[in-house]
Every structure is written in C-alpha cells, then in structure tokens.
C-alpha cells in the first residue's frame, strides 16, 4: 500500500474542500448571516491549509494500483463527511456530532434523508452548504478534481472507476482529465437549465438554486417540511423531468453532444429504465386513483413519487405511507433498483438487473441445451464474464449488507417496516422509507449506532460497496 | 494530437507510452480484451476491444477526426488493409509495420496507393544497426547521424582503459584527438557529463565523432579491432535474413542455425551463399560443432529472450574474444541483463518506437527545424537527435557559451555546410546546420526546446 500517495490525494481533497465551503460564504454576506458565514469561512481556511499542507510534500512513489485506488477513493468520501459535518456542528444547528455527520453522510451521498424534525429553521448559510454537498456528491468529489487537477499518470483511471456508478465504468475520450471535464460540463449545463426552469416556474432564485442542487444530484435535501409538496404544480413537473434526466447514464448525452443521437437510442438501459418508470406510474395510478378529485392529479401524484424515488431522490409531494400496500411495494423495488449506470442515483442500476435477468435467461437455455455456447449482449456489447461476475457479487455483497444492517437497526425496537425500509433506503441512496421513516418522518429517532450503521450503509451504496469492503478487508493492509 | 494505435503488443504498447507520455490523446485497439485493459490500466488511454480492420470498430475510436493511425498489429496484411480504410474514413496521416521481405520490396509501389505516410521495418532497422555494430565490434552500440557520417558509438571502459580516473575535458589533450563524449551510463544511472565528470572502470561512454576521427580515438584506446570476416547466427527470423543479406554481399562468412525444417528450406534458397544448419541453438555440442569457439561474432536472433541471453552467456564464456550481440524484446529484462556478459543488446521493439515518435514529433513541429533522426539511448534514459536549423532562434548566430541551454542537454556536433565540428565554447550555429543533441529530458520537437 502506498501511503504518501494517498496522503497526496487526500491533502488534495481538502484542499477542494475548502474551496466549497467558501460558496455558503457568499450566501451569508447576502442574507447577512454574518456570525454562520465567519464561522465558515474559519473551517474553509483551516481545511485548505491542512490540505495544502498534507499535498505540500509530492509522493516519493508513484505506484498507484487498483487497491490503491478504492482505498482513496472510500477514505476521501470519510474524509468530505467528517469536515464536511463541521460547520453544522459548530454553528449550532446540529450540536450532536452523530447527527451532523449523519446529515453531511446523507448529503454528499445524495441520499437525502434527515434527522431534523424542523427544516425550515435552519439558516440560509447551512442550508446552501446542506444542498451543496447533494450536488457535489452527485458527479464525485474525486471527478471533479480530477477535471480540474493535471493529476496525471496512471492513478486516474482507477479513481475514476472506484468513484462512478455502474458495472463497468468506460472513459468517452482518451485522457480522463477530458473524460471528467465533458461529464461536469453535462452536469453543470443541465443544472443552469433547470435553475432557470424553476424561476419560470416561479421559484425565487435562492430556492431554484438550492433545490436545483437537491435535484441534479438526485439527493433530495428540501428547505421546506413538506418538501416539494411546498412548491407550485409547474415546478413540480419540471422537477419530474430533470429527475428523469438525471437518472439517465450522462455519457448517453455525449453521445448526443457528439452528433450521435442514433446510438443514444441504442442504449437498452435507458429504454427500460423508461419502461420501468412508465409501467411502475401506471400501476400506482390506477390504485390511488379513487383517494384523488381528478385522473390527472392522481396521475401527477404517482408519477412524481415513482420518479423521485427510483431515481432515488427522495422528494415527496404526497405522504407516500398511506397509499395501498401493492404501491407501497413497487416503490420500495424501485428502490432497490435505482437509476442508470453512470448518472447521479443509487441503487443497484438497471444495467446490472439487466445483466442479472440475462444470466438467468441464459441459465435457463443452457439447462434446455447442455452444450450451447451463449454470449450474454448489453447496448449491442457482448458482457464480458468478469462484469457479470462483479454483478453476481455485488448483489451478493448487497443483500449481506442488507441483512446485517437491519439485524443492528433493529435493536432500537422499530417494527419491521421502518427497520427494514430505512436500511434499503440508505443503501438505494433514496431518503424516505415507509412507516416512521416515511416522507413524513425523519431519522432522528434511531440511536447512535444505528446512524453511524445507516451512515456506513449510504456510504456504501454511493460507492456501490467495493471501495468500502476493500477498505475494511484485513488483506489490503497487509504488507507485500 | 489525436492517434489511435492498432495493435497492443510489445511494439503497440511501447509506442502509446511514449506518446502518451509527451501529450498526445490516444486510442487503442486490439481484439484481445485483456491487453487493451491492461495496457489502459496502466496509462491514460481510451481503450476500445476489436479489429482494428473494422470500420465499426475504428469509428468507435473516431477514425475521421484522428490525425494518425499506428498499425502494428502481428500481421503485415491487416497492418496494411487498417491504414488503407483509416485513410478513406479521413484520418490524416497513417503509419503501418511491415516485416515480411515478400511485401516490404514492393512496399514503395503501393505505398502512395494505400495513402500510407510511413512504414517502419524493425528487423530491417534492427539488421541494419547489427550491420554497423560488426563493421566496428569494439563498439556496443553505434547510430548514425547526417546520412552516415557522424556517428555515435557507445563503448564500455575497460580494466586498464587510459581513460580510467581521467576528467573528461583532459581527454583531447592526453589522446590528442578531438572527440565529445556526450553521454555516460553508470549503473541504472545516465548522465550528460560536464568537463569537470570523472570516468571510472565499467562506465559506458557515447562518443561523438566522424568516421575518421573515430578511427583515430579508437587507435588511441588500442581498441581498433578490424571488421568481423564470420559470425554464427542462431535464429532465421526475418531479422536475419535481411542481415545475412547484408553480410553475404560484404563478403562475411555467414553460418545460420535455425531449428525449423521449414525455415531452413527457404532460408536456403533466400540465401544460397550462406551456410543453413539445420538445429537447436540450445544444443552445446551443436554449437561447438560449428565453431562457436572460432566464430569472430555470435548472434542470438532468436525469438525467445531468455534462449538469447543464456546461449550469449554461453557463447561468452567459450569465446571470450567473439563479438555477441543479443535480441531481447521485452524492456522489462533490461535492469537485470545490465551487467551481464551478453555484449550489444538489439531491441527492435525499440527501434520501432524510436521512428514512429521521429515521425510523430517532426509531424507536431513542421515549422521551424526538422527533425533527421532520434535514438533512444540507454533503454530511452536518454535520447540523441539530429535537426536541421531552418530558423533564426535565439540559437543562431550565438557563441554556444552565451547560449542559456536546459540542464542535461548537450550539443554534440555540429555539421555546417559538410565540415563537422566537435562543439566548443566559441562554436557558433548558423542556418541551415545539422545539429545533434544529446538529452536525458524527452519529448523535444524542435530545437529551440533546448533553450531554458
């Protein structure tokens, strides 16, 4: 293991670190929150300087391998969440560290969920570094470097891969510092668009800017108690649709970027994500309908609600926890499925359920024909045997996680529901759950350790498992 | 600069290293998935599975907005079909390997037609660099500069050497000859001497000179070994026909040892005035059986490196006075064959690479000098280049000592209008001169690079 690498990397990130936190900075000279943006401005600084001073010395050895790589990238995100957590610590709005912590974990992993019963009286200076972190969690933290730093060599690469989302992660153009550029550049654009589609659709620019934030990074940090339910019906709407585009695999938009918007058809993830989404809203519709005045609105209640939560975001316009339990079930498979592969939302990805229900097409035409030969495709590909390994794998890893974590959570005596449902909302990245931590309840009620469990769960998801095991794998520390 | 590269073997990958450690965005390609990961894993490259005679599959790698394609897959044919449908889907410029003599002699014909803008032939270079070594065997390696006639030799300084403990800016003086020597490896370690660098006992030294007064320098050390009348080649690739086509026409008594029946059939007819054995080259009674014992060269040209070290080893020690020269392709045996008794090490691998980032280089820069030549020295530690000054910089026309150079570069020679001239302190570059440097930096275009 080389540790002055790491040490390197890690100095680098708090170095960034500090350059976000001087944004909540600016908002408080705005809205005059002089005491919360001071307080801010003393941790960015001391941040940067920590950073500047553990990146001061260039690592004598460059190797830098695969574990290497996961281990980085999981240390990095422990690190973001623990300096990240600081300042709601020392101004006052979350005074218990667990909790704090809990939140920066719940943002940067763009899951969304909360301990704070009463949102609306947080400060606009917390509140803009609150939704931050779901933006800057969204993309990565170690993307977003690597866009901007002449981290060169061969070390990107495998950052790179610990970091994004999906089975298989692929570069769009040769060097990965372009890569990184073209994917903040996507993301950056689609959130200016969304900004300005929420202030026509009457947002003031503070809560366009903040919920867009929330928004782009399927995170699902509201400054309101009813969280979009507060907003008017057409910044609802476009709330649906930029979910959707950001559950989207973002290279699919350099493909149409790059004049190529016949192979962003191609792509079979996207088209059944679509499909899901649509088949998943449908069913909803027609069991809620009765409850609501008018088809369309029962119409727009299930489609937001499918959509925020299987891109796992986390907005709710309704409470979700007292539709009929045949709903209630869908939304919690959405859960577990997620996204696309390289987007911003968690979940296992439908590419892998792709790959899982494939496998399991294809086992069933081996037992018909013992000696055919079958090569299993995606978007045209053939899936090479080590991805489709890594699927088995991960959902192997997924359910183990599962188990274990709700076996801890539920020693706080919750019934089953809230117990079982908060866990596979943390590891889905989601938010809400059903029962106590439905949309309209909060996660404060858990002990100490069941937060640092679920903490650890949404960290995992984010970074889809691997970088987390490998940190915690004995073998990794091991010399030689 | 945008380049896809076709085919990641030894020779693929050691081209996207070195490109992709002077800048350029590359792509590469190859059917075997796992050397494309590997080779993606290890640097900043995009890396695409697939024929590279595919236009599906060079589209991926966005053929038409690229400025070269690098073929240099196993096959000389595929090689060939890549940069021709490379050309018609728009790419600028491309580059294919050859090493069949079946095409290679009709190569100029169709080159125009096939659009291609360079081929390279690594076991005709790589022949061609043994030619040399053979015709001066004193030597360990020798390149050449300004058609011919400067070249730059390496020689390792012997027990008892007159140079041992001698200060480089002594040495014209105590030899009376009028030499540069422009680069020293010791160790793992390469340097550009200065005036003031002491030679020991086991340094390799790079010397400049021309052809007569290298013969003069090489007298002075008592290291003037006439050129070699027979040599014992073990191995009948390619690289040894095109060399024992070379030798044969010299006059050299040439023996080839190859184990294939097949290969020494035609070997045989290629090569009528040539001796064919038919037999394993790690066989010692063989061997002795031919003369390895008597043989003024040994060459081990076979395909397998380690075959090629132990039988130079061997060869070594039953002839102490043979001149050996060894192929050994992979870069990765170079820090542990360095001190072992195998004489000139020959890497085609590298000779490729070396004219492709020639090409690569003088294709970046096409406005102020040109670059004639490039040698990777030392196992690309450190690199030789010969320009031709077509500009007025802040070179010409100067005193070279009020010339501000980068640290461990060196100006070596000095051709003006045919008189060749050993640098000094008040030498003065002027248009239209060759130039060869000599640096441990890389990635050098132009000749200005070599100003601070």
Redesign the interface.
Known sequence: MNLSIIRYILGRVLQFLGGFLILPVIVSLIYKEYNTGLIFLAIAVASFILGSVSSFFKPKNNAFYAREGFVTVSLSWILLSLVGAVPFVLTGEIPHITDAVFETVSGFTTTGASILSDVESMSQTAMFWRCFTNWIGGMGVLVFIMAILPLSGSYNMHLMRAESTGPSVGKLVPRVKNTAKILYGIYLGLTLVLIVSYMCAGMKLYDALIISFSTMGTGGFANLNASLGGYSHGAQVVSIIFMILCGINFNAYFLIISRKPGEFFKIEEVRWYLIILFLAAAAITVQIRGSYASLYSAAHDATFQVVSIMTTTGFSVTDFDTWPMFSKTILLMLMVIGGCAGSTSGGIKVSRLLILFRTLGKEASHLTHPRSVKKMRLNGQTVVEETSKSVYSFLIAYVVVLMVSVLIVSADGFDFTTSFTSVLSMLGNVGPGLSVVGPAGNYSGFSDLSKITLLLDMLAGRLEIFPMMVLFYFGTWKRG | M?IIIVGCGNVGSSIARQLSKEGH???IVDVN?RAVREL???????GIVGSGSQLAVLKQADVADADLLIAVTDSDERNLVCCLIAKKAGTKNTIARVRDPEFFDEIELIKNDLGLSLYVNPELNAAEEIARLLKFPTAMEIDSFANGRVDLMKFEVGEGSPLCGLKLKDIPARLQCDILICVVERGNETFIPTGDFTLNKGDKIGVVASGRKSAKFLKALDLNKGRVRSCLIVGGGELTYYLADMLVATGVEVKIVEKSKKRCDELAELLPEAIIIYGDGADKSLLLEEGIDRTEAFLALTNYDEENVMMSIYAGKVNPKAKLITKVHRSAYDDIIYDMNVGSIINPKLITSESVVKYVRAMVNSTSSNMEALYQLNAGKAEAMEFTVKSASGLVDVPLMNVKLKPNVLVACIIHHGQIETPKGSSVIRMGDRVIVVTTETGFEDISDILR
């Open positions: 945008q965005n590359l792509t998935e993606s894993d290890a640097i900043d490259v995009l």
